[in-house]
């Protein structure tokens, strides 16, 4: 694997109903309501600042390599319709990568999130040389738990309240899969 950004050849990264491609700034509205829908947002994280949201969109613009020290992040499509309905991607350090994946609403339950989940580990190991994928769930979250064991995530840890969101702190659920 050379140092240079995986842009060409490698994306879009398909599965028989979704495409996944690197975020562009024209996906700035996505990547807002994303961050910013209370149904999205509720298990996952505290609303931010506009200027947080814009900091971390600038940043995932940033072209992805296995060496970078910031997330890969991916534009989900759904292919019929080509319509974008969430993002997902991970952060690699060394051979650990940190999956993450949302999706907007009215995409929730549609089987997505494990069918776009299947092909960024895939990917993760393949191309960005992950060997141990983690995914953090704040407890209670259970729909993610149960996309995270269908692509074959155990759950590795619990620590406990790790997480704040609206002032009530959460455990952490720790997830794990291991190129076998």
């Known amino acids: 694997m050379t140092n240079t950004t995986l842009e060409t050849g490698l994306f879009p990264l ?11 700034k024209a996906d700035w509205p996505l990547f ?9 947002i509720e298990q996952c994280f505290d609303p931010m600042s506009l200027d947080h949201i814009e900091a971390r969109f600038k ?16 534009v989900i499509v759904e292919t019929a319709t ?3 309905i969430g993002i997902t991607g991970f952060l690699l350090e060394q051979d650990i990568a940190e999956v993450g994946y949302l999706l907007l609403p009215p995409y929730h339950g549609c089987g997505y999130g494990t069918e776009s989940l299947l092909a960024v580990t895939d990917f ?3 191309h960005g040389g992950a060997r141990t994928i983690n995914a953090t769930v704040t407890a209670g979250n259970l729909a993610s738990a149960r996309v995270l064991e269908k692509v074959g995530f155990h759950l590795s840890r619990i620590e406990p309240d790790a997480f ?12 794990t899969y291991t190129d076998a």
């Open 32 to 40: 807002h309501r994303l961050h910013t829908d209370n149904a999205v």
């Open 164 to 175: 704040s969101i609206g002032g009530i702190c959460y455990d952490d659920w720790i997830y």
């Open 124 to 126: 993760a190991i393949h």
């Open 82 to 84: 080509q319509t974008p």
């Open 59 to 74: 940043q995932r613009l940033t072209p992805w390599s296995p060496d970078a020290k910031h997330w890969l992040c991916l």
């Open 14 to 24: 398909t599965t028989p109903r979704l495409s996944m491609r690197p975020m562009i």
